[in-house]
């Protein structure tokens, strides 16, 4: 059997804890690898357990998600630590601050069990998980944040395939939605994908919707 993966879980309402960590050890291939009620403690507990994914809540006391998200992902983490943002705030900013503070996928708390659970398998495979509907009403609001200048380089290094996939990402499609524009299978959206990132050296879809707008590859 291949090991579990390891989640802890971070939120300062003990009801939901219970709640996320008892849907989590319901699962054979998940398991709780502790639970905090504060930003800091999850900071603490992450460098102790070393878990898979961190579901961590926004507002919290002490130290909120969103730096405590900074703390385990942001830029110039020796070892990241993955992290998916689990809310009730429908906020476009919490969204678009969680993903720059280095978190991997977000979701609001009134999904349902199964979007949670694919969610968390979602980010341990080191996947981003974002709504194709959230990233189109996210990008479309702070697009004008991450524009490029006049004089950006356009030196993309990028088959002309590769390069339609990749706006079709920044559009908020789907891997399903993407084939089924190109009438490609699945499996090949997943391979183009997966070269893009590679080839831009890019973590995950997210940073690739931001690198193509910082392209000027959408409007």
Do not use: W
Not at 107 to 115: E, T
Not at 167 to 176: F, M, T
Not at 180 to 186: N, P, T, V
Request: charged share 25%; glycine share 6%.
């Amino acid at each position: 059997m291949t090991t579990p993966t390891r989640v802890l879980i971070c939120d300062d309402q003990a009801l939901i804890r219970t709640g996320l960590a008892t849907i989590v050890d319901a699962q054979p291939d998940l398991e709780v690898a502790g639970e905090c009620g504060d930003g800091r403690a999850a900071v603490d507990l992450a460098a102790r357990l070393r878990p898979d994914v961190v579901v961590m809540d926004i507002r919290m006391p002490v130290l909120d998600g969103l730096e405590a998200t900074r703390l385990l992902a942001g830029a110039g983490v020796e070892h990241p630590v993955k992290v998916l943002v689990v809310t009730t705030f429908n906020l476009d900013e919490y969204v678009y601050e969680a993903l720059r503070a280095g978190a991997s996928g977000f979701l609001l708390k009134d999904a349902p069990p199964a979007q949670l659970l694919h969610g968390i398998r979602t980010v341990a495979l080191g996947a981003a998980l974002l709504d194709p509907e959230v990233t189109r009403r996210l990008v479309g609001k702070y697009a004008a944040r991450i524009r490029p200048a006049e004089d950006t380089p356009r030196d993309i290094p990028l088959t002309p395939r590769e390069l339609e996939v990749l706006r079709l990402i920044a559009d908020g499609l789907s891997n399903s939605e993407i084939a089924g524009a190109l009438q490609i299978s699945q499996e090949t959206v997943k391979t183009f994908v997966s070269r893009i990132l590679t080839k831009l050296d890019l973590r995950d879809r997210v940073q690739a919707v931001v690198y193509a707008y910082r392209q000027g590859l959408v409007t």
